[in-house]
């Protein structure tokens, strides 16, 4: 059995090596649903992170309208700690805000100026609200904006940075599912191209697959080694997409970086590589055997 | 070893390539099949290899009825049979020691009891030197050796030789039925289909004489008589 198999597997490959400019038309179809499932996965996984790190800095910051009493926002600050949602609060009164905005502009002398122009403290106090998940920053928002507080709060920022949070998930959630749909039609468009190589090697070698059988050779034998060319170009395919990727993620990790400072693809993919290779090898193996599988099916009748 | 009884093979629509053909060849004998063209020879070849079915009548092959076997115990059937084709049906993507050592692959054969079958053989057959060439690249010649190596290497109990020498010049004809001989001496039974009067006179062996599918003549040591 096992020295059928293996003169099965050396069969497929030599049949592979002897008809290289078919098969890399075969690899460089199969390489790209390869590319666009990984592609998918490590978008819907950095995505993912990337909209937990966002929801994790997201916070309330609730501004106290310039008269208002440490002693009202105190016991609105109460009020709030009773809510199981709230994780943590911070209370920073205007001087702490004055303070900290001198600390982060003293060296810009325009700045300083006019806030010595200022008679009054431009800063109001306010109270940073987080919550133990993004979902409920909506219902804090609502308990805030309760008829009694109108004349207390001077607004609510919740409402500046949930755009934002939504328009990142709503991004990945979207590209989540084109990406699904796009796999599934670039699977597909393997499927038939690999279907049409298998097939039209099957067509080539019509006659020697008839001496094959008059020459003793079982069902398996014959057919053995097109499953296995389909596997091998499953193979070559995944070994190029892995590399490329490799190469992209590599390149693009520092630039991408500059944009959202808490994407790393490279480290991403280096600390994921073994998961990416299994996607990538089970993707091209099983688009290259099911498609020699139908092609066998519908073409090589022993 | 190989009994016909009564067979009877008509090719769609109406073409009648056998009629009541009845014939037994017994282990180790050297047949003779002639005939003119279109008279059967090949057919009755194809029967024996189940490449056929006969419309009519039974086929014995070492006891076991043909015409009942089933589609997978060919490859084992077809294993006993060595076959040399007139148009040599080697494999041409395989190379000349491939196309021989594949017939020890599928039977399962030891990766080293192949290598030296291999190269004794190719040394008989005089295609040492051509072990790596594509059938492309042979000359008729080679390419009915390499036929014929293919058909000998896994020491068959039969081997049906169809016209092997149609495409060779004489001297390639003699060595070929030299070949044959000597495998026929060693205890293989070897069917021949020829319509080459010299090999029918010079062989002195039995001769079957085929005219538009019947049997006309069976002779111990026949000669050619068309």
Not at chain 1, 111 to 130: D, G, H, R, V
Request: charge should be neutral; include cysteine; charged fraction near 25%.
């Amino acid at each position: 059995m096992f020295v059928l198999l293996k003169r099965i597997i050396k069969s497929g490959w030599t049949s592979f090596s002897r008809d290289p400019g078919l098969m890399l038309g075969t690899i460089f179809i199969m390489l790209i649903p390869i590319a666009s499932i990984t592609f998918f996965f490590i978008l819907k996984d950095t995505g993912q992170s990337l909209i937990s790190s966002l929801e994790e800095k997201a916070d309330i910051s609730v501004y106290f309208k310039p008269d208002v009493q440490e002693t009202d926002i105190f016991n609105i600050k109460k009020q709030l700690l009773k809510i199981t949602e709230v994780k943590a609060l911070e209370y920073i009164s205007k001087e702490q805000a004055l303070d900290e905005f001198i600390q982060r502009h003293k060296d810009d002398p325009v700045l300083m100026e006019s806030l010595e122009e200022l008679e009054i403290t431009p800063f109001l106090a306010l109270l940073n609200i987080k919550a133990f998940e993004a979902s409920q920053y909506e219902l804090i928002s609502g308990f805030l904006e309760k008829q009694e507080f109108e004349d207390i709060i001077e607004k609510v920022d919740y409402y500046q940075r949930k755009p934002v949070i939504e328009r990142i998930f709503l991004l990945t959630s979207f590209t989540n599912k084109v990406g699904i749909g796009l796999s599934i039609v670039l699977a597909i468009v393997a499927i038939l191209v690999v279907f049409n190589t298998i097939r039209l090697a099957i067509i080539h070698r019509q006659e020697e697959i008839k001496v094959q059988r008059l020459v003793g050779a079982s069902n398996w034998f014959i057919r053995g080694p097109f499953l296995v060319q389909g596997a091998i170009s499953g193979i070559f395919a995944f070994i190029f997409c892995f590399l490329i990727f490799a190469a992209l993620c590599w390149f693009l990790s520092p630039k991408l970086a500059i944009l959202f400072s808490d994407l790393n693809i490279w480290n991403y993919f280096s600390s994921n590589f073994l998961f990416i290779i299994l996607i990538q090898l089970a993707t091209g193996v099983g688009l290259g055997i099911i498609s020699s599988a139908i092609a066998i099916r519908k073409h090589l009748k022993i | 070893m190989i009994k016909f009884l009564n067979i009877t093979k008509i090719y769609p629509p109406d073409i009648l390539a056998l009629k009541d053909a009845s014939l037994e060849i017994k282990p180790k004998e050297f047949v003779l099949i002639t005939g003119k063209s279109g008279a059967g020879k090949t057919t009755l070849l194809k029967l024996i290899l189940v490449e056929e079915k006969p419309n009519q009548g039974k086929i014995f092959f070492e006891g076991q009825d043909l015409c009942k076997i089933r589609t997978g115990d060919l490859p084992q059937l077809r294993r006993k049979i060595g076959t040399v084709f007139q148009d040599y049906k080697l494999l041409f993507s395989k190379t000349v020691y491939e196309n021989i050592a594949y017939v020890m692959e599928v039977m399962g054969a030891d990766e080293n009891e192949i290598k030296r079958d291999v190269s004794q053989i190719l040394d008989i057959v005089g295609l040492e030197n051509k072990a790596q060439s594509f059938p492309a690249q042979l000359s008729g010649g080679e390419r009915q050796r390499t036929a014929i190596a293919r058909a000998l290497i896994h020491r068959p109990d039969i081997i049906l030789a169809d016209e092997p020498t149609g495409n060779l010049d004489p001297y390639n004809t003699s060595d070929i039925l030299r070949l044959l001989l000597k495998i026929n001496e060693l205890g293989t039974t070897v069917i021949l289909a020829t319509h080459d009067k010299e090999i029918i006179n010079s062989l002195e062996k039995r001769v079957i004489t085929l005219d538009k599918g019947k049997i006309v003549r069976d002779e111990k040591k026949g000669r050619f008589i068309l």
